[in-house]
């Protein structure tokens, strides 16, 4: 919890945005703004500078994510800017202060169940033998639904069987299946590159001969992004 409200991890030799996977290595001093600031320091900055708080990142995502109605988003972005509960009645149209009071107590009931559920799934896994593991969802998926109900073994399987010697022998119809697949591919695409359209089709042909395919899904699976006229694309983030 602690290394998701802070939005970045550490180790040895370096710190990571968990928001990005922006790495800033330690016993380096990072120029910004004519200063100069240690790893941890510059970590904070860059946090702010692009994505502006961890706060209005988290809140960001997809509400399958965070479980939260896009009223509850309007709440907690408004609480968070530090506005009574008078501004947010008028900013909202909302009926009167004690209704904001009554979202309030909701959202903290909403927090007192989450923790409870948390620790039921901390002590589960103590227990819990059998449990799968479960392929992450990656953080740019523009829908999460059952397709991302995959395990690590099924993972495996799929790559096994669609791929030989790291080309992709044929596209999977089953919509889990191409997940998989276009998920290994974008792991093999470089992270803060931007390729041109001529670029990015040749180093995609080396997967698979129908490239314009495997562009179109990578895009509309949240791998990649790209400019309106399709002359740029890039890994997003």
């Given at each position: ?33 004519n200063?100069?600031?240690?790893a ?76 409870v ?121």
């Open positions: 919890m602690d290394e998701l409200k802070s939005g970045y991890i550490q180790d040895s030799s370096s710190f990571t945005c968990l928001l990005c996977g922006e790495r800033i290595e330690k016993g380096i001093v990072y120029p910004y703004e200063r100069f600031y240690e941890e320091r510059y970590m904070r900055i860059h946090i702010e500078r692009t994505h502006q708080s961890v706060f209005d990142y988290l809140l960001g995502m997809d509400k399958k994510l965070i479980g939260l109605t896009e009223h509850q988003r309007n709440l907690l972005s408004l609480f968070y800017q530090g506005k009574d509960d008078k501004e947010i009645q008028k900013e909202l149209n909302i009926g009167s202060a004690s209704t904001i009071r009554h979202h309030r107590f909701a959202l903290k009931e909403k927090e007192r169940q989450a923790r559920f948390l620790a039921l799934m901390e002590l589960l896994k103590e227990k819990d033998e059998y449990a799968p593991a479960f392929v992450p969802v990656h953080k740019t998926a523009t829908m999460v639904d059952e397709r991302y109900n995959i395990t690590q073994d099924e993972h495996d399987q799929f790559v096994h069987k669609y791929f030989s010697d790291g080309v992709l022998t044929k596209f999977p119809q089953k919509e889990k299946q191409r997940l998989v697949i276009l998920r290994e591919i974008s792991n093999h695409l470089q992270k803060d590159y931007q390729y041109d359209e001529q670029e990015l089709n040749k180093l995609l042909k080396g997967f698979y001969e129908d490239y314009v395919l495997i562009r179109r899904y990578l895009v509309d699976y949240g791998f990649l992004d790209r400019t309106a006229d399709g002359s740029k694309y890039w890994v997003k983030k």
